[in-house]
């Protein structure tokens, strides 16, 4: 077993990996309300915790040199903003986080163990996709497992004064000018509606859309897109 954070790999450390400990899936923190004399609670939805992972490990030292050259090695882990985490059972994908704290090791004479505690982000991250749709409607499928926020490119075919964008039933609408010649990006991240780089807002309504897990269907009303490129990254939980 291994594990990279960063640019630095377990195998750069003489890191022997003797157990990955982390949770199947993110843990809720939704707020429940009792009111008394009603069975059961209010229960108030909120996004999931971040995610724990245990590592324990083992270093083993040839000689007394090594040992403290490779104790000060593990300063490599310590960093001051969120990495990219790797493990080596699931290497298709990566967790965002950091150092939970400040790990000691147990040291002997010839080795020392010790467990690192990563503070990550709910999700795994897959692969960056992009599909390119030119008859509308289309659909397309998204192979994670929790809802991703894309960015649209649109390029119309005519100019038109209005035009609305559907993704799987969710409705954004633009209402103003705009050529066959202009360039269309929305930002659902980051709710930003662009066109040839400038900032629409009060042009705009309705909701930035996520992608779906499984199958998503995406429209166009009001105008003919002669192309539509969706641009998301996969999350799994």
């Excluded at 923190?29 to 059961?40: A, I, L, M």
């Excluded at 990550?120 to 397309?140: A, D, H, M, W």
């Excluded at 199958?215 to 192309?227: F, L, Q, R, V, Y």
Aim: charged fraction near 25%; glycine fraction near 6%.
């Amino acid at each position: 077993m291994w594990f990279k954070f960063g640019e630095v790999h377990s195998d750069d450390l003489n890191i022997k990996v003797l157990r990955i400990r982390k949770p199947f899936l993110p843990d809720f923190q939704d707020q429940r309300e009792y009111v008394p004399g009603k069975d059961g609670s209010i229960v108030y939805p909120q996004p999931f915790r971040e995610l724990t992972i245990e590592i324990d490990c083992l270093i083993l030292y040839s000689n007394r040199h090594k040992k403290v050259a490779e104790d000060r090695n593990l300063a490599k882990l310590y960093s001051y903003s969120e990495q990219k985490l790797i493990l080596s059972d699931e290497s298709d994908v990566f967790y965002i986080g950091k150092l939970g704290g400040i790990f000691q090791p147990d040291r002997h004479k010839t080795l020392s163990s010790f467990t690192i505690e990563f503070i990550c982000q709910p999700f795994k991250y897959g692969p960056n996709r992009v599909v390119e749709i030119s008859s509308l409607p289309g659909t397309f499928m998204n192979a994670g497992t929790y809802y991703s926020q894309p960015i649209i490119t649109i390029r119309l075919s005519s100019s038109t004064n209005s035009f609305t964008l559907k993704v799987n039933g969710n409705e954004l609408k633009y209402t103003s000018n705009i050529s066959s010649s202009d360039i269309i990006v929305i930002d659902c991240q980051n709710y930003e509606f662009r066109i040839n780089d400038e900032l629409k807002v009060l042009e705009v309504s309705g909701f930035f859309s996520s992608i779906a897990p499984g199958e998503n269907t995406i429209e166009i009303t009001g105008a003919t897109a002669s192309n539509v490129k969706i641009e998301y990254q996969e999350l799994y939980l």
